[in-house]
């Protein structure tokens, strides 16, 4: 069965690059990974997308290596905004047909 | 405009009612999708909408019924829920492109608490 897992929490303080890696086993071939960050009582927001190599945007890079059983997200300079949860969002291959699946999610949090 | 706007934000039901969610969306998506959301656990996919024709229920219960009257609007349909539906419901929108699903924008969801 296919899972999709993300470390439970890191620390970092402000300025520092993190990255949040998330393992999918067993994803669909042609669709995207997708990356959200989601504040307390609110909805995810969207952060980043890709489908292989490297995708950079004004607030992050993904990096996909090419058997795509794993993505990384980089964060270049957080600050204590950026403290939340990240999720990772592929669409896996299950036993009963293909399923968009969060990951388990990343609680991030940013200290001065 | 870039907003997925859902009504109500609260919502508290006993197991008896019938109520509804409501999530509008003005930004042309043909892709609108249902979420629940316990605590401290990822988004779950309840349903999608593809041009507006259900086209996955990922096997939840028919005490939920969605609803997709028309390219802007989707309802969530409660009848005889249980305690353990208490969560936060939450309605996405994308574009749709041969079937792959792209940047989904989240609307801030429905806490639902059923007594």
């Known amino acids: 069965l296919a899972k999709t897992t993300q470390p439970i929490s890191m620390d970092s303080y402000e300025g520092q690059e993190v990255n949040i890696t998330c393992s999918h086993n067993n994803i669909a071939t042609n669709d995207y990974i997708t990356w959200y960050q989601q504040f307390p009582s609110q909805g995810p927001r969207f952060i980043i997308q890709g489908y292989k190599t490297k995708v950079t945007n004004e607030v992050a890079s993904l990096f996909i290596p090419a058997d795509r059983k794993s993505s990384t997200l980089s964060l270049p300079r957080v600050s204590l905004s950026d403290t939340a949860v990240y999720y990772c969002l592929v669409d896996a291959v299950t036993g009963g047909g293909n399923k968009l699946t969060f990951g388990t999610g990343t609680q991030l949090k940013v200290e001065l | 405009d870039t907003e997925v706007t859902q009504t109500p934000k609260h919502l508290v039901m006993g197991m008896t009612n019938k109520k509804s969610l409501k999530c509008e969306q003005h930004?042309?998506?043909?892709?609108m999708y249902w979420y629940k959301q316990k605590a401290k656990k990822p988004p779950e996919l309840m349903f999608v909408y593809s041009y507006e024709k259900l086209s996955i229920n990922e096997s939840v219960p028919s005490r939920f019924s969605p609803e997709c009257p028309n390219s802007s609007l989707l309802n969530l349909h409660l009848h005889a829920l249980q305690p353990e539906d208490s969560a936060l419901y939450l309605c996405?929108?994308?574009?749709?492109?041969?079937?792959?699903?792209?940047?989904?924008?989240f609307g801030p969801g429905t806490r639902l608490t059923v007594t």
């Open positions: 996405a929108s994308s574009q749709l492109h041969g079937g792959a699903f792209y940047e989904q924008y």
């Open positions: 930004m042309g998506h043909r892709a």
